[in-house]
């Protein structure tokens, strides 16, 4: 028997987890110091009454909206692609303002992860200022259902029938809740969710065109879904969870799209541009252990993002709409957790998405220089 547990702690999977929970106890340790995040925590999970009264956010986020066209990409057929990255997500209202005012409506929006939240509302054909409103007036209780009073009968059963400490439950009827809330082939954007079936170990897509019948409060409860922190959602008989967890930058759909002249991708949890840091040293630095363990723990989804990247080409222009190393370990929680932060991730978000756009219409090039695929090149032409 011990021989069997000793063969099974060098196999090569169980070494990169240890890894990362090397990595994920450093943060812990640093975080955990922070009384104002245990704080946070304490009231997001355990509110009290009388005590824990509702902080009001700021929801006048965006100056007045200024037209800011964008003649390349006018009459293009434009996607968003968005990574996951739990409350920094929030970005992408900033993002969706950037595009009103350049006048640019997406035909497809392709989400992971927490950008499924406000990829679901731009898709319902939100305005940023009214997905600023929504989000911004939510209280943690609002979107957190902790369910401490049925952990012991967990533990007791050996974890039988567990698969996540929260819910979920409380998002999906905020959503449902309100009246632009619709199955996912009724919406105004069409929208792509990358999941991971649990029972089959596959990968999958839900969303407008293979799931049009799953209601945006669905795709946003699988869309949060964490293994041990949020449950799986059942779908027909199988559990579901964020399928972020395998591919943070579900670029697939539109790759697979041949209508699709060009695409944003928004990055909010990856390194810039998809490029990864050289930790070249870092076995000599006190804690190195906790750098290399990082750069182990973010390779396959920084490798799967590059492949796309390189698919895509020219057809891509990346977006990196918030600082990635604000989602570091347990501060990946606390983004999604303190709402006092997001009007500060939707402005940058909207500064970033603005930058780019204006280097794209301060070119001197041709709207035809941006490349799309030859059958509607060839269409356009015969025109």
């Not at 796309?308 to 977006?319: E, F, K, N, V």
Request: hydrophobic share 40%.
């Amino acid at each position: 028997m011990s021989t069997c547990v000793a063969l099974d702690s060098t196999d090569p999977y169980n070494l990169k987890r240890a890894l990362e929970r090397v990595n994920e106890l450093g943060h812990l340790a640093a975080v955990s110091a922070d009384i104002g995040f245990l704080l946070r925590l304490r009231r997001a999970t355990l509110p009290l009454p009388l005590i824990d009264r509702r902080r009001a956010v700021d929801t006048n986020v965006f100056e007045p909206l200024t037209d800011r066209p964008v003649e390349a990409l006018q009459g293009r057929r434009i996607a968003i692609i968005s990574t996951g990255g739990s409350g920094g997500c929030v970005a992408l209202v900033g993002v969706a303002r950037a595009f009103e005012e350049a006048g640019i409506r997406p035909a497809l929006i392709s989400c992971c992860s927490g950008s499924v939240i406000w990829g679901a509302m731009w898709a319902a054909g939100l305005s940023a200022q009214e997905m600023a409103d929504f989000s911004l007036s939510w209280r943690p209780e609002d979107y957190l259902d902790m369910q401490w009073s049925r952990l012991p009968r967990f533990l007791l059963s050996g974890l039988r029938n567990f698969t996540g400490l929260a819910k979920g439950e409380a998002v999906e009827r905020l959503f449902d809740s309100q009246a632009w809330s619709c199955p996912a082939g009724e919406l105004q954007i069409p929208l792509s969710t990358i999941v991971y079936n649990m029972d089959l170990g596959e990968v999958e897509y839900f969303g407008s065109a293979r799931t049009p019948d799953v209601t945006l409060g669905q795709l946003v409860r699988i869309g949060i879904a964490l293994p041990l922190f949020i449950e799986s959602v059942d779908v027909n008989g199988h559990l579901y969870v964020d399928g972020g967890v395998v591919d943070l930058f579900p670029a697939e759909p539109v790759i697979a799209d041949p209508t699709i002249d060009h695409a944003f991708g928004v990055n909010v949890m990856l390194p810039r541009q998809f490029q990864p840091e050289d930790v070249t040293g870092w076995q000599t630095h006190p804690l190195g252990m906790l750098r290399g363990s990082r750069q182990l723990q973010q390779g396959n989804q920084l490798e799967l993002a590059r492949r796309s990247q390189r698919q895509l080409g020219d057809r891509l222009t990346l977006i990196d709409a918030t600082d990635y190393t604000l989602l570091r370990g347990v501060s990946f929680y606390d983004l999604f957790i303190d709402r006092q932060r997001w009007p500060e991730l939707i402005q940058l978000g909207y500064r970033s998405a603005r930058s780019a756009l204006d280097i794209i219409r301060d070119t001197e090039r041709s709207p035809h220089s941006i490349d799309r695929p030859p059958r509607r090149r060839t269409r356009r032409a015969s025109r």
